[in-house]
């Protein structure tokens, strides 16, 4: 056999060009967000579909499956792509082109009917679309007969391996957590108007978020930083990490946002550049995934050590705002614990409860009797529930996400897993860092960097979500390092109020 007929290196060719085409998918996505003029709009949406369709045939191609067959892997990093990528192969082998356009197609078309429900907050005018996303789902997890349970399908896309009573249990224990926490919080009325209100010029905000971001290890070698309307973070290879932020006059969001999509970013540029252009070579989970961005966003974000050093940088931004004030105050204001009716601006103690309300409503909509006519009043019940609430209409309501629309199931319960993650993760870290606040404090990300490089970062999907969490946390998922975490935030917070 000559190094030309080796299976291995044919399977490494073929997956490198599935790969290029998988990234030059992405490219084409942050251009149409935020480049393109919108009349491409419509010739973008075929080329993204082309693109697409040429990335599937040539990775689900019989000759794959041939060479996955044929491959004697050489070395552990052999041994992990063809178990990878023999993961993947049989998973997109499962669904039918067809229903793959249809899943598509409905999730475009619901998109749109989405905008305008929301904007005119009535759910019929979004009910019919979702009925048909829910029905496609359906005939989704049917590809897969050997789930034990169906949502086990939807989870499995975004948590590979997870189990939906996994999900249930920690999830459940969550909820258990933080109900109480967030009603004892409520009593208590935090205050966040320092930070809130505005005016804040956005041409003030992007120089404090540049500061911010060059001092945690942005530079303009790999990273790029852009305005979009909804925030998201792209990697086109390695070297080309791709932020987005949005600067709203009347609060500091942006800097909290741009963090969180710095972690995922810092995630994607820091896997093992040995396991670039393979199906190795990108974040394991979005649970994981989420985990780095709040890790930054939250435990960064908000520590004391962060505002120490920031709070200088902040009151060079907007000298009239911060005149007289110290760092102290600023972090209680960004620490503050609300609750909200809307997910996107709820602190990080209520969050959680916003993601365990959508995760119920799924189960019950593919699990259970929920119809998808009756999640109005089903959202209304729990947000009472859980969150002390009353929802006035629909649009800030069942309507205020777009996932369900575009026929994102599954997906939601990976963003509160991601805390939990985060929580687990943190424990470690400031165990075994434990100057990590006096670092901060003297603008120094690098040790925190460095861990996440380590133990989590340059592994790419090289372990299972689960066993990265049980090496870098030190055992399998847990909610209570992060109710830990959180429960000493609001005991802070009560304790400054009796104070
Ligand atoms: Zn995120």
Known sequence: MTLADDPLIELRTRLAEVSDLERLGVLLAWDQEIVMPPAGAEWRASQRATLERLTHERFTDDRIGELLEAAVPATPVDEDLVRVTRRDYDKARRVPAGLVEELVHAGATAREAWARARAESDFALLEPHLRRNVELRRRYVACFPEVERPFDALLDDYEPGMRTSEAEDILGRLRDGLVPLVAAAAASAGDDALVTGGPFPADAQRRLVETVLRQVGVDDERWRLDVALHP?????????????????????????????????????????????????????SSAVHESQSRLWENMVGRSAGFWRWCFPHLQAAFPE???????????????????????????????????????????????????????????????????????????????????????????????????????????????????????????????????????????????????????????????????????????????????
């Open 232 to 284: 998201f973070m792209a990697t086109i290879s390695p070297g080309d990490v791709r932020l987005t932020t949005r600067y709203a006059d009347d609060d500091l969001d942006s800097l909290f946002g741009t963090l969180h999509e710095f972690g995922h970013g810092l995630y994607e540029a820091n896997v093992d550049p040995e396991l670039a252009r393979t199906p190795l070579g990108a974040g394991v």
């Open 321 to 499: 705002r911060f005149a007289g004030r110290g760092w102290q105050d600023v972090h209680r204001a960004v620490n503050t614990v609300k609750p909200t009716l809307i997910r996107v601006s709820a602190d990080e103690v209520t969050y959680g409860l916003h993601i365990v309300l959508r995760f119920e409503l799924e189960l019950a909509l593919f699990e259970g009797d929920l119809d998808v006519a009756d999640l109005p009043a089903a959202w209304r019940d729990r947000t009472r529930a859980y969150l002390g609430l009353d929802v006035p209409d629909d649009a800030d309501g069942v309507l205020q996400d777009v996932h369900w629309a575009e026929g994102l199931f599954g997906y939601f319960p990976t963003y509160a897993l991601g805390n939990v993650i985060a929580g687990q993760l943190w424990a470690r870290i400031t165990a075994d860092l434990p100057d990590l606040d006096e670092r901060f404090a003297a603008g120094d990300f690098a040790p925190l960097t460095a861990w996440l490089a380590e133990h989590v970062h340059r592994h790419g999907r090289r372990l299972t979500p689960g066993e990265l969490v049980a090496r870098a946390a030190g055992g399998p998922l847990d909610p209570e390092p992060y109710l830990e975490y959180v429960r000493a935030k609001v005991a802070g917070a009560s304790a400054r109020l009796i104070a």
